[in-house]
T-cell receptor
Framework: EAQVTQNPRYLITVTGKKLTVTCSQN?????MSWYRQDPGLGLRQIYYSMNVEVTDKGDVPEGYKVSRKEKRNFPLILESPSPNQTSLYFCASSFLGQDNQPQHFGDGTRLSIL | AQSVSQHNHHVILSEAASLELGCNYS??????LFWYVQYPGQHLQLLLK??????LVKGIKGFEAEFIKSKFSFNLRKPSVQWSDTAEYFC?????????FGAGTRLAVHP
């Protein structure tokens, strides 16, 4: 089954404790992206990657890191989480092509930073 | 600046009522337009998309949207909503490497 898998689904942690949210896709997609969803703001892009070892900032990259060492994985790293990073996070993937392919989304990770 | 504006933040309808959700965008270059739906507790799912051609696009579950280039709009419509359409709806505009989402519209359909 084609899917984007995120882990964990829920996490409550404290300020400053490093955490990683994993994202894996099994569709051989080149493009992967992280979004955060906040009430009234929709989804905002954090980082994206167009292929292995190729990453770039989205609209709200501050406080986040990513890596793309393998095509299927695109982890999101919060080195020193802060309460303003409490949010719902979605990973997405798609093929690159002449048109922007609809992105496949994971089930989301709800982070609470205390 | 690139942006997407959804005018209705909350919509409440009775079953069988007609639905129209507004979406206006500001985007330079070739426009690809999408509507996504997010059912409670679930991830986003694609309802429909417009890349080129017929500006009236039909999607899943009886939804359709019309691209009006002169108005920079891509409104979502459904002639008769059901309780199961209760969800949040997001309009998005995309280029080569990113999607820009609107703030979303929460739709509640009462039986």
């Amino acid at each position: 089954e084609a899917q984007v898998t995120q882990n964990p689904r829920y996490l409550i942690t404290v300020t400053g404790k490093k955490l990683t949210v994993t994202c894996s896709q099994n569709m051989n997609h080149e493009y992967m992206s992280w979004y955060r969803q906040d009430p009234g703001l929709g989804l905002r892009q954090i980082y994206y990657s167009m292929n292995v070892e190729v990453t770039d900032k989205g609209d709200v990259p501050e406080g986040y890191k990513v890596s793309r060492k393998e095509k299927r994985n695109f982890p999101l790293i919060l080195e020193s989480p802060s309460p303003n990073q409490t949010s719902l996070y979605f990973c997405a993937s798609s093929f690159l092509g002449q048109d922007n392919q609809p992105q496949h989304f994971g089930d989301g990770t709800r982070l609470s930073i205390l | 600046a690139q942006s997407v504006s959804q005018h209705n933040h909350h919509v409440i309808l009775s079953e069988a009522a007609s639905l129209e959700l507004g979406c206006n965008y500001s985007y330079g270059g070739t426009v690809n337009l999408f509507w996504y739906v997010q059912y409670p507790g679930q991830h986003l799912q694609l309802l429909l998309k417009y890349f080129s051609g017929d500006p009236l696009v039909k999607g899943i579950k009886g939804f359709e949207a019309e691209f009006i280039k002169s108005k920079f709009s891509f409104n979502l419509r459904k002639p008769s909503v059901q309780w199961s359409d209760t969800a949040e709806y997001f309009c998005a505009v995309g280029g080569y490497n990113k999607l820009i989402f609107g703030a979303g519209t929460r739709l509640a359909v009462h039986p």
